[in-house]
Every structure is written in C-alpha cells, then in structure tokens.
C-alpha cells in the first residue's frame, strides 16, 4: 500500500508542476489513459494466472 500513495504523491508533485510551468500534461486523456493502464495491468495478470497452465511462466 506504501508504493500506491508514493506513486500518487509523485503524481500530484510531477502534475502541480507540470500545471505551474504551464506545460501540457504529460498523460493521455483522463479515462482513456486511466483505462490503458488498467488494462496493461489485468492483461499482465491474466498472463500470470494462465501461463502455468500451458507450461510458461
């Protein structure tokens, strides 16, 4: 749980910056990156869960 309010706490710092130096964010749209990410991580867990079953892993 420790590494999921660093990565929150570094992506608010790296955000509040980005917006104080009036950059473009650097993140693909809000629910469409949220959902990209979301999906990288349940297809790399369904690997996982799968590859023992066919000998990989």
Do not use: D, H, N, T
Request: no cysteine.
């Amino acid at each position: 749980m420790k590494e999921v309010f660093l990565a929150l706490g570094s992506g608010l710092f790296v955000g509040f910056i980005f917006a104080l130096l009036r950059l473009p964010i650097p993140a693909p749209p809000a629910l469409a990156g949220i959902m990209g990410i979301v999906g990288i991580f349940l297809g790399y867990r369904l690997y996982m869960w799968v590859a023992p079953f066919f000998g990989g892993g």
